[in-house]
């Protein structure tokens, strides 16, 4: 921190709702704040909006918002228990996940990789490290991304490019959550959850997760807890897996998000087609249901036959050919039919199977991960469940496959008996009969009874005899149902060989063709052991996190936690500790494999202008950087005017004392010194009463919020002094400039 700068004042605004989050972005001038109503903002630092999001749902809350360390993704989770992963540049909401508890602590972390660059001066690329080797993925050289779900009927083809969640992520990093039921969770690239962390259990007792922290090489966790009697202890906990298995993770994290979105893509684009279908064909399905109620079993099919064989219409028929299903009703849906199958097959044909086997590509790609058992086998990947997963993979494709010849064969059954049909009922309203619908040639006739046979199924499965009718063979496919109309493969020389060739029709390799299953009941099966294949990890790792050393520190009674922490190298970590109000705790914590020191103090600040004893109340603390610690100082008297301080480490570090690393710190016998009293001194006179304020060491700048949190001031916390002068400067004219208009106007 340089003597010559200054913290310089650059905004002073007014808001309409209460503020009680502010979390700064490390990679841009944004700050995304949220207020009592669970909304949150995006603000840029000359307080313009980026945009506005409403909570989920109503009376939720926001408890802790994160960015990811690229600045590219923002973090927010919710009373009630959910976690929303939102796109800064749009705010499409990327990810949404439920823990099931209140979160109390988001914090998003990357490893930490030296910069490996070509030389300045001898543009020489330097060699990058031995360990450091990271998954490259190929499949998008050969495999399109899918487009967006709103481009899935044709419209809007322009704007085709889906936000890609990772954007070309290049390091692991972590997302973890700490919850008020004393767990955390870690998340692979915000979303893939490969562990969690009981700490009620390494600690014997019910606690409430207050912060996260994770050293720069990712192979320690320090978790900030509070127990039902408002002890504060922090855990230490072993995380080596992350350091040693770096690259695993990072390959299981990426082939985890191309899974879940395919997945999720699919389900988008099923329920399209099912849509499609339900809009164009269950009007007139309900139509002959309905029909098929007031005749008796098997009297609907023999209703038609008669018809098309000997033209006797029984008054059953012809009431719902003339007053339900009516002419122009009949002319509407034939306009229609082709139009909504040419839809369906193309949704089959282009997304469905397209990306369908690009789900299959890269299940077969995490095989091949599975199969390297030194590496993957010990964060839980198993190749039998893969082998599931592609078995499920490949039924689906066949049922689609299925649902396109289904279609094919249909539209000619469709074709024909609507020609018929239209022609009955002109028949049967004493009209003329077109030449060309009058004629029904032999093949017609095969068509026409193909289609009839169909119409009286009636649903007799396990023992219930429940009346149905199914005149659509395509829509039994869309509902999660066995199939009760089952395709005839007779003739088909795939399955004629492996039905002679039982040990090849058994063998894995060979993808089953389910014959009742449909494909919406399929599709979930696939989903389901996508699932299951990355739900294993969570038991698998767990013995790989062991507690490795627990803090206990102080008991500040029931008010909430205000704490900071930060890494100073892989061995050292810092966190400060606020005891309501007057003082602040400075705790250093050295570890390495060998080794736990630590050492603490404890620290007050009295008025920074003026020679008096006076100490201050100290509202919120947070580190600046690894040698500043940033506090919010506010006098205990007359008008409460808050103040910034900028607090050297390097003359705290001096008055730590070395601790019993066993002992309870707060029974410790710790030095109180005054923090006024260390140089350099860089204060601010915040000019109003305060509650809280956020810092930003990256950004150099710094928001206060005042205590009715309606109000903000934004600050620089590195301003030249000279630019402050000239302000100060620029102010002063100004008002002396008024001045002198008033007195002439006088």
Same mark, same amino acid.
């Given at each position: 921190?340089?003597?010559?700068?200054?913290?310089?004042?650059?905004?002073?605004?007014?808001?309409?709702?209460?503020?009680?989050?502010?979390?700064?972005?490390?990679?841009?001038?944004?700050?995304?704040?949220?207020? %009592?109503?669970?909304?949150?903002?995006?603000?840029?630092?000359?307080?313009?909006?980026?945009?506005?999001?409403?909570? +989920?749902?109503?009376?939720?809350?926001?408890?802790?918002?994160?960015?990811?360390?690229?600045?590219?993704?923002?973090?927010?989770?919710?009373?009630?228990?959910?976690?929303?992963?939102?796109?800064?540049?749009?705010?499409?909401?990327?990810?949404?996940?439920?823990?099931?508890?209140?979160?109390?602590?988001?914090?998003?972390?990357?490893?930490?990789?030296?910069?490996?660059?070509?030389?300045?001066?001898?543009?020489?690329?330097?060699? /990058?490290?031995?360990?450091?080797?990271?998954?490259?993925?190929?499949?998008?050289?050969?495999?399109?991304?899918?487009?967006?779900?709103?481009?899935?009927?044709?419209?809007?083809?322009?704007?085709?490019?889906?936000?890609?969640?990772?954007?070309?992520?290049?390091?692991?990093?972590?997302?973890?959550?700490?919850?008020?039921?004393?767990? #955390?969770?870690?998340?692979?690239?915000?979303?893939?959850?490969?562990?969690?962390?009981?700490?009620?259990?390494?600690?014997?007792?019910?606690?409430?997760?207050?912060?996260?922290?994770?050293?720069?090489?990712?192979?320690?966790?320090?978790?900030?807890?509070?127990?039902?009697?408002?002890?504060?202890?922090?855990?230490?906990?072993?995380?080596?897996?992350?350091?040693?298995?770096?690259?695993?993770?990072?390959?299981?994290?990426?082939?985890?998000?191309?899974?879940?979105?395919?997945?999720?893509?699919?389900?988008?684009?099923?329920?399209?087609?099912?849509?499609?279908?339900?809009?164009?064909?269950?009007?007139?399905?309900?139509?002959?249901?309905?029909?098929?109620?007031?005749?008796?079993?098997?009297? #609907?099919?023999?209703?038609? @036959?008669?018809?098309?064989?000997?033209?006797?219409?029984? /008054?059953?028929?012809? &009431?719902? @050919? =003339?007053?339900?299903?009516?002419?122009?009703?009949?002319?509407?849906?034939?306009?229609?039919?082709?139009?909504?199958?040419?839809?369906?097959?193309?949704?089959?044909?282009?997304?469905?199977?397209?990306?369908?086997?690009?789900?299959?590509?890269?299940?077969?790609?995490?095989?091949?991960?599975?199969?390297?058992?030194?590496?993957?086998?010990?964060?839980?990947?198993?190749?039998?469940?893969?082998?599931?997963? %592609?078995?499920?993979?490949?039924?689906?494709?066949?049922?689609?496959?299925?649902?396109?010849? =289904?279609?094919?064969?249909? #539209?000619?059954?469709?074709?024909?008996?609507?020609?018929?049909?239209?022609?009955?009922?002109?028949?049967?309203?004493?009209?003329?009969? +077109?030449?060309?619908?009058?004629?029904?040639?032999?093949?017609?006739?095969?068509?026409?009874?193909?289609?009839?046979?169909? *119409?009286?199924?009636?649903?007799?499965?396990?023992?219930?005899?429940?009346?149905?009718?199914?005149?659509?063979?395509?829509?039994?496919?869309?509902?999660?149902?066995?199939?009760?109309?089952?395709?005839?493969?007779?003739?088909?020389?795939?399955?004629? *060989?492996?039905?002679?060739?039982?040990?090849?029709?058994?063998? +894995?390799?060979?993808?089953?063709?389910?014959?009742?299953?449909?494909? %919406?009941?399929?599709?979930?099966?696939?989903?389901?052991?996508?699932?299951?294949?990355?739900?294993?990890?969570?038991?698998?790792?767990?013995?790989?996190?062991? /507690?490795?050393?627990?803090?206990?520190?102080?008991?500040?009674?029931?008010?909430?936690?205000?704490?900071?922490? %930060?890494?100073?190298?892989? &061995?050292?970590?810092?966190?400060?500790?606020?005891? /309501?109000?007057?003082?602040?705790?400075?705790?250093? #914590?050295?570890?390495?494999?060998?080794?736990?020191?630590?050492?603490?103090?404890?620290?007050?600040?009295?008025?920074?202008?003026?020679?008096?004893?006076?100490?201050?109340?100290?509202?919120?603390?947070?580190?600046?950087?690894?040698?500043?610690?940033?506090?919010?100082?506010?006098?205990?008297?007359?008008?409460?005017?808050?103040?910034? @301080?900028?607090?050297?480490?390097?003359?705290?570090? &001096?008055?730590?004392?070395?601790?019993?690393?066993?002992?309870?710190?707060?029974?410790?016998?710790? +030095?109180?010194?005054?923090?006024?009293?260390?140089?350099?001194?860089?204060?601010?006179?915040?000019?109003?009463?305060?509650?809280?304020?956020?810092?930003?060491?990256?950004?150099?700048?710094?928001?206060?919020?005042?205590?009715?949190?309606?109000?903000?001031?934004?600050?620089?916390?590195?301003?030249?002094?000279?630019?402050?002068?000239?302000?100060?400067?620029?102010?002063?004219?100004?008002?002396?400039?008024?001045?002198?208009?008033?007195?002439?106007?006088?």
């Amino acid at each position: 921190m340089s003597v010559f700068h200054t913290i310089k004042q650059l905004e002073d605004k007014n808001v309409p709702v209460e503020i009680n989050l502010m979390t700064w972005s490390d990679r841009m001038d944004l700050v995304a704040l949220s207020n %009592i109503k669970g909304e949150v903002s995006l603000n840029r630092l000359s307080w313009t909006k980026a945009w506005s999001l409403s909570p +989920p749902k109503e009376n939720l809350q926001v408890k802790a918002i994160a960015w990811r360390p690229d600045g590219k993704v923002l973090a927010i989770g919710y009373n009630s228990g959910e976690v929303f992963l939102i796109g800064v540049e749009n705010k499409k909401t990327l990810v949404d996940k439920d823990v099931g508890a209140e979160i109390t602590t988001l914090s998003w972390v990357q490893e930490k990789i030296e910069n490996k660059v070509q030389n300045t001066f001898t543009l020489i690329k330097e060699e /990058p490290p031995k360990n450091y080797m990271k998954y490259i993925d190929l499949s998008k050289l050969y495999l399109k991304d899918p487009v967006p779900n709103a481009t899935l009927d044709g419209s809007n083809v322009e704007d085709t490019k889906e936000t890609n969640f990772l954007q070309d992520q290049s390091e692991l990093n972590l997302l973890l959550v700490g919850t008020k039921d004393g767990y #955390v969770h870690i998340r692979v690239f915000g979303c893939f959850t490969c562990a969690v962390l009981n700490i009620n259990e390494y600690l014997g007792t019910s606690c409430c997760v207050e912060n996260v922290q994770i050293n720069e090489d990712l192979s320690k966790i320090f978790v900030t807890v509070k127990d039902t009697d408002f002890n504060i202890r922090v855990v230490v906990i072993n995380a080596q897996i992350f350091k040693t298995h770096t690259e695993e993770f990072f390959c299981a994290g990426i082939k985890y998000v191309k899974l879940v979105d395919l997945v999720k893509y699919l389900t988008n684009t099923i329920t399209n087609i099912t849509e499609t279908w339900e809009s164009f064909l269950l009007e007139i399905d309900h139509k002959l249901s309905k029909y098929a109620k007031k005749v008796p079993e098997g009297g #609907v099919t023999a209703d038609f @036959l008669d018809l098309l064989m000997f033209g006797i219409c029984s /008054p059953e028929l012809e &009431e719902f @050919l =003339i007053t339900d299903l009516t002419k122009k009703g009949l002319e509407k849906f034939g306009q229609t039919i082709e139009m909504s199958y040419a839809n369906i097959q193309k949704l089959l044909l282009k997304n469905v199977t397209k990306f369908g086997q690009n789900l299959t590509y890269h299940l077969a790609e995490l095989r091949g991960m599975a199969r390297l058992e030194h590496k993957y086998q010990i964060i839980g990947l198993k190749e039998e469940q893969i082998t599931a997963a %592609i078995q499920s993979s490949g039924a689906f494709l066949i049922k689609a496959g299925e649902m396109q010849q =289904i279609i094919n064969h249909s #539209v000619i059954n469709y074709k024909a008996f609507f020609r018929w049909l239209y022609g009955a009922i002109l028949f049967l309203m004493d009209e003329a009969i +077109p030449s060309e619908i009058h004629k029904i040639a032999q093949q017609d006739l095969a068509y026409i009874t193909e289609f009839l046979q169909n *119409f009286d199924h009636i649903g007799n499965k396990d023992g219930q005899n429940t009346k149905g009718f199914i005149m659509e063979r395509l829509g039994q496919y869309l509902t999660d149902a066995p199939l009760v109309i089952i395709p005839n493969m007779d003739g088909n020389d795939w399955t004629t *060989f492996l039905s002679e060739n039982e040990c090849i029709q058994n063998h +894995p390799s060979i993808l089953q063709h389910y014959k009742t299953t449909s494909l %919406i009941h399929q599709f979930k099966d696939l989903a389901v052991r996508i699932c299951e294949i990355f739900d294993a990890p969570k038991v698998t790792l767990k013995k790989h996190f062991t /507690p490795i050393h627990t803090f206990d520190c102080f008991n500040f009674g029931e008010g909430p936690l205000r704490m900071s922490a %930060i890494n100073v190298s892989n &061995e050292m970590i810092l966190f400060t500790f606020l005891q /309501p109000s007057s003082n602040i705790y400075v705790l250093q #914590v050295h570890l390495t494999d060998s080794m736990c020191q630590a050492r603490c103090g404890k620290f007050y600040f009295t008025q920074l202008s003026e020679d008096t004893a006076e100490i201050y109340q100290i509202l919120d603390v947070s580190f600046y950087s690894g040698s500043i610690l940033s506090l919010l100082l506010q006098e205990n008297s007359g008008y409460k005017s808050a103040t910034l @301080l900028q607090f050297p480490l390097s003359s705290a570090m &001096e008055k730590l004392v070395e601790i019993d690393i066993k002992a309870d710190i707060s029974k410790t016998i710790l +030095p109180n010194s005054n923090g006024s009293h260390f140089n350099p001194k860089l204060f601010r006179n915040i000019e109003m009463a305060a509650s809280t304020f956020a810092v930003s060491g990256s950004r150099r700048v710094c928001i206060v919020l005042s205590e009715n949190k309606k109000k903000i001031k934004l600050f620089e916390m590195e301003a030249d002094e000279e630019d402050d002068e000239d302000a100060d400067m620029t102010s002063s004219l100004l008002k002396d400039d008024i001045s002198m208009q008033e007195n002439t106007v006088e």
